[in-house]
């Protein structure tokens, strides 16, 4: 690279925005960017590169990217006074759908790099120095990116796998299609032998990531038959995944929550909304009571299983009775946790250019109502927990002396008192309250009892 400001390890700054994907794609380009000697770095001024990991999912996080810039370039004039250089990276989804608008827009940015090309982040950067080009890198070929990534340092106990990407779905609403191209599984021998190594790293819970992660087809044994091989391999003692999709909740995937006990109870199911008028002009290919219908199937196979899910409330023509059905579905239903969100214009999906666009104060009265409904909800199912035993998986120091925070099954957080030895262990902990968005708990007992004991809490 041009001079990094005199000697010591040069300074990595990344910003991730958006879904735990970007999380995951962020983690791989620190691991990509470390044999470069790239050590982090606490505060953007500071870095000798800052890599915004852009999300494109709605106009509000596409705007902040650009303010974002806007703020680095200061920094970045400011370095280069002092005889220092700062490159700007922007990658993820704004970068692929938006590339050459801002290489034309913002002329502090260094490098533009799509989701699919941050394995060539090195030699990118060794160009752009040299000033010899390729400032854009935004192709499809997902499988050279997973093969070309290096091996990976987890940096706790639970970590993202990621083992599907892309979306063949096209609901009318969204631009995931477009930004993170084609749906592709990574071979399940690849997957099986990333989770063996984060699992010899010290990994106990791995969470499978993609944007239809339950359509996974890396293989013929499918999804179940791959959650199934990662509940095998030593170490590993909870399984998570996330996002799915209502129409690839198979039988044996229904089944798995009822069988294996390393498959927590917890599942992110998005409906989007209750009304089948428009869950057809979404384009989501099943109705209200086909959701419901899933949902029942879940339940008589794991009777506890948590529930959350995503919601859009003003999409193009949703009437006052449409919204009502969206909320008559959340009564219904319960949910544990959920996301909902305001419909957001993104140009070049079909529903952008959809008549009868619903007026902002309009959509703002809807996901107010609807937040507070999830609110209750979620208060009253972590509500529900007080008084019971837990297991729980201790990740982490809490912000207190001598206090550690973990997960429940339920994927709720739990604050309590425990020693930092016991960070990787899964322990039974008796809840005594609830916070805004955690747990708190009394560990009963520093010793594993049974698996049994801890897998199914009563
Ligand atoms: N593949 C997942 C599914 O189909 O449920 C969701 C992936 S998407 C990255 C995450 C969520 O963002 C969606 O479930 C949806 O609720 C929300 N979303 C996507 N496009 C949106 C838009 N144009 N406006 C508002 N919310 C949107
Ligand atoms: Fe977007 Fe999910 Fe629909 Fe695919 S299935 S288009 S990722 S909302």
């Known amino acids: 690279m041009a001079d990094q400001g005199g000697t010591g390890p040069k300074r990595l700054y990344i910003e991730t925005y958006g879904c735990q994907m970007n999380v995951y794609d962020s983690e791989r380009m620190r691991d990509v960017l470390a044999p470069l000697g790239y050590a982090p770095a606490e505060r953007p001024d500071d870095a000798d590169m800052v890599v915004l990991n852009t999300c494109h999912i709605r106009e509000k996080a596409t705007e902040k990217v650009y303010s974002e810039i806007g703020r680095l370039r200061v920094h970045k004039e400011r370095r280069r006074g002092e005889g220092r250089d700062m490159k700007i990276v922007i990658a993820g989804c704004v970068a692929q759908a938006e590339g050459e ?56 106990v639970t970590a993202f796998l990621s083992i599907q990407e ?47 992660v339950n359509a996974y087809h890396g293989d013929d044994a499918g999804f179940a038959g791959l959650l199934r091989a990662l509940a095998r391999i030593g170490g590993v003692e909870r399984l998570r995944y996330t996002t799915s999709h209502p129409l690839e909740m198979t039988d044996e995937l229904i089944a798995l929550h009822g069988e294996e006990p390393k498959l927590m109870p917890y599942l992110h199911l998005p409906v989007q909304s209750g009304s089948d008028r428009v869950l057809a002009a979404m384009n989501r290919r099943h109705g209200a009571a086909d959701y419901r219908a899933v949902i029942d199937r879940l339940r008589r196979a794991r009777p506890d299983i948590a529930l959350s899910g995503d919601f859009i409330v003003g999409f193009p023509g949703e009437s006052d009775a449409d919204f009502a059905a969206t909320i008559g579905l959340v009564e219904a239903i319960g949910y544990a946790q959920a996301y909902s969100f305001k419909y957001s214009v ?69 604050h309590a008192a425990a020693p930092g030895r016991l960070i990787g262990k899964v322990l039974p902990v008796s809840i005594v309250a609830t916070r805004t968005n955690s747990l708190a708990g009394r560990l009963v007992a520093a010793v594993a009892p049974p698996v049994a004991d801890l897998q199914v809490p009563a």
Request: net charge positive; with cysteine; charged share 25%.
């Open 166 to 212: 892309g979306c063949d779905k096209f609901c009318t609403f969204c631009v995931v299609p477009y930004t993170r191209g084609a749906e592709y599984s990574r071979p399940m021998a690849d997957v099986l032998a990333e989770a063996r190594a984060l699992a010899e790293q010290g990994v106990r819970e791995i969470t499978l990531l993609g944007q239809n």
């Open 101 to 156: 608008e801002i290489m034309a827009r913002a002329p502090a940015v260094d490098l533009v790099v799509g989701p699919q090309a941050y394995h060539k982040l090195p030699e990118l950067i060794a160009r752009a120095a040299r000033k010899t080009g390729e400032r854009l890198a935004a192709d499809f070929a997902a499988q050279e990116k997973f093969d070309a990534l290096p091996a990976r340092a987890p940096d706790g």
């Open 346 to 414: 993104r140009p070049g999906t079909p529903a952008a250019t959809l008549p009868d666009q619903v007026p902002e104060p309009v959509k703002a009265e809807r996901l107010e109502r609807l937040q507070s409904l999830l609110r209750d909800q979620q208060a009253a199912f972590n509500r529900a927990t007080v008084g019971r035993t837990l297991p729980v998986l201790f990740e982490r120091a809490g912000r207190h002396d001598g206090q550690l925070i973990g997960r429940s099954p339920y994927a709720q957080p739990v």
